[in-house]
């Protein structure tokens, strides 16, 4: 099981390594905005885990396992950052709060936020209840709601309530 600094470190290099062709430590440490010495003692433990190959001043690659956990991070990150944007969250927040949830987040629950994202965006327009959605975000009211003053949940009964 790999840590969040280690998960943030893999992806701040495959980042790099994608931009720029290679990765340094100055690159890395600028990226995580970290001394360059902190990302010389990580970059040691992360050469012992084997998760990448890494030369004293020189440049640092990702073994397989380490890009297989850097390409998963970044997935991670993208599905969670698309749906709070698609959720109305403000950008620099949605960035912000995916970094935090992409360690967090089971395959599972990735799964279905990947399939829900995937269905509302293949639409041309955007389904009612998200329009719904977005009225109550801006007034605090759900539209059609016969549960006015009760919490909201996803059950047949409140679904039954709420009509469109």
Same mark, same amino acid.
């Given at each position: 099981?790999?840590?969040?600094?280690?998960?943030?470190?893999?992806?701040?290099?495959?980042?790099?390594?994608?931009?720029?062709?290679?990765?340094?430590?100055?690159?890395?440490?600028?990226?995580?905005?970290?001394?360059?010495?902190?990302?010389?003692?990580?970059?040691?433990?992360?050469?012992?885990?084997?998760?990448?190959?890494?030369?004293?001043?020189?440049?640092?690659?990702?073994?397989? %396992?380490?890009?297989? !956990?850097?390409?998963?991070? +970044?997935?991670?990150?993208? =599905?969670?950052? *698309?749906?709070?944007?698609?959720?109305?969250?403000?950008?620099?927040?949605?960035?912000?709060?995916?970094?935090?949830?992409?360690?967090?987040?089971?395959?599972?629950?990735?799964?279905?936020?990947?399939?829900?994202?995937?269905?509302?965006?293949?639409?041309?327009?955007?389904?009612?209840?998200?329009?719904?959605?977005?009225?109550?975000? %801006?007034?605090?009211? !759900?539209?059609?709601?016969? +549960?006015?003053?009760?919490? =909201?949940?996803? *059950?047949?009964?409140?679904?039954?309530?709420?009509?469109?």
């Amino acid at each position: 099981m790999t840590t969040e600094r280690t998960e943030d470190y893999l992806k701040a290099i495959d980042t790099i390594i994608e931009k720029k062709g290679y990765s340094q430590v100055k690159d890395v440490a600028r990226f995580l905005n970290v001394s360059p010495s902190s990302v010389t003692g990580m970059f040691k433990k992360l050469t012992k885990e084997g998760y990448i190959n890494y030369e004293k001043y020189g440049g640092v690659t990702l073994t397989p %396992e380490g890009r297989k !956990i850097a390409r998963s991070t +970044k997935e991670k990150y993208s =599905v969670l950052h *698309d749906f709070l944007i698609l959720l109305g969250v403000d950008e620099v927040i949605a960035d912000d709060d995916a970094c935090k949830m992409e360690h967090a987040v089971t395959p599972q629950t990735l799964e279905k936020l990947t399939k829900f994202s995937d269905f509302v965006n293949c639409k041309e327009e955007m389904p009612k209840f998200f329009r719904h959605f977005k009225e109550y975000c %801006e007034k605090g009211e !759900i539209p059609g709601c016969k +549960k006015k003053n009760q919490p =909201v949940s996803l *059950d047949k009964t409140t679904r039954k309530a709420c009509k469109d």
